[in-house]
């Protein structure tokens, strides 16, 4: 049994949650390919972690129904990082704006790559500030104008594919959240995926992105062919920096990345229940009598 | 006919010269010598922010019973190059001795030049490398104490050298310890230390407050650390590094501090009992970040080493000026801890208490310190080196778990992911008891209420400040905080005067509600390493208290026993 039924709904649904989201956002879909993915993983929902920032894609984990470690505008994938390594047991899954992750994050998001946890990361990129209502954002395209860039956007934009790429990520994807079953398969490749995984979603903001609609996505992106190799690094350079079309699809995965909770012993034992080496206190203390 | 030059139980040497000639070296191999053959030693330094060359200097104290302060006086100086002697020029007096090699250092304007070939001695013992040695053996030498000692310390050091190298330094030793004698002999120069045998001695640690805090770390059960170097915090950070795999501490040196604390936080919040280390730059950075513990009520220990601010300051100098830092980090209004050590054995306790505190109180513990401190090397008890049961304060969850349920103490049971039945779920904003955001007016007011509460409690039982001198009813109380311990001490021991009495605070915030009935009526001093006296306007703030004098030092240097001394006879 794959879909949620009436006599089995999703264990993730919040249904008496006031949601905080427009009416026709991007968001909202996104949130139901998370949840579809989640549901057909099988994943127990008390040993997932959601961890996000401040931003309207950042509240995500407050309609799902998780742990939820909703914390600092742009500080998830710190946090993140925290949770694993403190019970790698944990699925963990770090979710924010494009504005959360890449600009007031953006430090983080180099050294997550660089990490290389297992966790996945999965950015509501709406090309805008949506929650502080319509400034620019680092993904916003040049010409865009705001109520802060009257002139419009001067800046180049942010590529998170190619900068993940540069930095070695083992897993990058890009989904379009008006594809719903698309975007929950590849979110599920992503969790599956041992090791550090990028989603970036392109979300429709239908109040303050008039450029970037559900219909401009729809036709400035394209699947990435069936035959598409994922594991060759230089193709996958040539796809993120193409921009007549923006590729969607799992653009580079590699599986032999050793993960951070590896490289530092961390064992399956939550730090919580380690038992203090009584010993080795003991020794220590002589090592300074 | 010279004057004879006697010593008596309060010896200070100083090596001074540039970084990379050894002068830490030289001071941490005399102090352990000195240590093992029973003497009280007590050792702090002071160093330029540069790798090589400048200036830099080390004070190794022994003294007739244990003290933890600095003193201006040099009695013997081992000046390693020429600039030493400028450097410390304001500290040579009359009575001072200088050591050092004539071909370097021809003269001296104050004080008895000695020519000390300590670079020929190893030489001729074999390698100009063991230069080292040798002026600890002449040091030795000049106090005698038996060269035994340091032989045996070379034997340890040098094990895994080769027996070449061993028996080459044992006889740079022999060269430096024959002169040293000489010396003594020649110059007049008359050393009484008092020495406990062996058998009396009660087993004792040697180390620098870095370590106090690191020890007091892994006791209490510390097992995550995120930091970003950052002087004087970084030593913490290697600490609890080099005993990771003793340990099992997870060690993440994070892309800045922002991340450091951030990470910590989510280290806490699925269990670990978790640290950050900084100085106050890097403090500044976390500030978001203590604000969304106060928040989310994940416990948290910070340890802030200060230096000299604002800004880069002075970074390897030392200052008392972050309190009001710490007292006032974060947005909002949420309850926090301020410990600060005087002591090593404090800071091993102290630093469980913070770890202890936080997790019961489910908030940010401060254990606030300082270059001074840190970098002080001396010895403590190992009888006080006791380990605080450890206690979680973390429940099982069951399927109605809410992480923030109203309590009468507002202390929610704190769950963490992954262990038990129910969700938690842990938010910056403002939410209601399942941790969801809300905005509902009432909720809000219950929530800061609930945070807010326990502060009543945690007050109860916040440490009492201690009496470090004089009784509790002389009419003036001289009030010092953190490093300022042993200075304060020292003075008032000095003094003799019955009608001052020393108080020293161990805990800054909040204060055990008793603590007004020991200052009242009474005159206050208060002592501190900064400029503006900001404990002395925190005990206004708090407890109401007036402060009569204030004595203050905010050149980056600590306080010398000297200068307490003469400002504390002025009251
Ligand atoms: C430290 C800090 N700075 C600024 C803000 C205000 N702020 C909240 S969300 C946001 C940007 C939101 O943009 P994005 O991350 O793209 O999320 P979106 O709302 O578009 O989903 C800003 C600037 C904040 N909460 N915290
Ligand atoms: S402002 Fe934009 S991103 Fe935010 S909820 Fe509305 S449509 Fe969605
Ligand atoms: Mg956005």
Known sequence: ?289 | MKNMRRYSNDISIVFGGAAGQGIQTIASALVSVLKRTGCHVFACTEFMSRVRGGSNSTQVRITGRKRHAYVHRIDFLFALNADALEHLKTRIAPTTIVFADKSQVPSTDEGLLVDAPITSFARQAGNPIYSNTAAVAVALGLLGIPQEGLDNYLREIFAGKGDAVVADNIEAARLGYAFGRQTALREEIEVEIAVEPEKNRPKELLLDGTAAVGIGAVAAGCTFISSYPMSPGTGVLTFLAQRSHEFNIVVDQAEDEISAVNTALGASYAGARAIVTTSGGGFALMEEGISLAGMTEVPLVVHLGQRPGPATGMPTRTEQADLNLVLHAGHGEFPRVILAPGTFAEAILLTQRAFQLADRYQLTAFVLTDQFFLDSTGSMAAAVVKREPIERHIVETDEEYMRYRFTPDGLSPRGVPGYGKGIVKCDSHEHDETGHLTENFETRRRMVEKRLRRIKALAAESLMPELVGGSADAPNIVVAWGSNRGVLEESLDTLQRADLAGLHFSQLYPFNPSVATLLKGKIVTVLENNASGQFADLLHRELAVSTANRILKWTGEPFSVEEVVEALREI
Not at chain 1, 249 to 278: A, C, H, K, M, W
């Open chain 1, 1 to 289: 049994m794959k879909t949620p039924s009436p006599e089995k709904p999703n264990p993730f649904d919040m249904p008496h949650k006031e949601m905080g989201w427009c009416p026709g956002c991007g968001n909202y879909k996104l949130l139901d390919s998370l949840k579809g993915a989640l549901f057909e993983l099988g994943i127990d929902r008390r040993n997932l972690v959601v961890v996000s920032g401040i931003g309207q894609g950042a509240k995500t984990p407050q309609y799902l129904n998780a742990n939820m470690f909703n914390g600092l505008h742009g500080r998830s994938l710190p946090a993140a990082l925290g949770i694993k390594l403190s019970n790698r047991n944990l699925t963990v899954i770090a979710e924010s704006g494009d504005g959360c992750m890449y600009g007031e994050g953006g430090n983080h998001f180099l050294h997550a790559i660089r990490r290389n946890c297992d966790m996945t990361l999965i950015v509501h990129d709406n090309m805008v500030y949506g929650l502080t209502k319509g400034q620019a954002s680092p993904t916003s395209l040049p010409g865009m104008k705001t109520p802060v860039q009257i002139d419009g956007v001067m800046l180049e934009p942010f590529n998170p594919l190619a900068v993940s790429l540069a930095l070695n990520a083992p897993f990058i994807a890009r989904a379009s959240a008006g594809d719903e079953e698309e975007t929950k398969e590849i979110i599920k490749q992503a969790i599956s995926f041992r090791g550090f995984a990028v989603v970036d979603v392109f979300q429709p903001c239908v109040v303050f992105n008039r450029l970037n609609t559900y219909q401009w996505f729809r036709e400035n992106t394209y699947y990435l062919p069936g035959d598409y190799d994922p594991a060759d690094r230089m193709q996958a350079f040539a796809k993120a920096v193409e921009t007549e079309k923006l590729p969607l699809g799992v653009i580079f995965r590699e599986e032999t990345r050793p993960v951070y909770e590896d490289l530092l012993g961390i064992g399956n034992t939550p730090l919580r229940s380690q038992e203090f080496r009584e010993k080795a206190f003991e020794k220590m203390i002589a090592e300074y009598c």
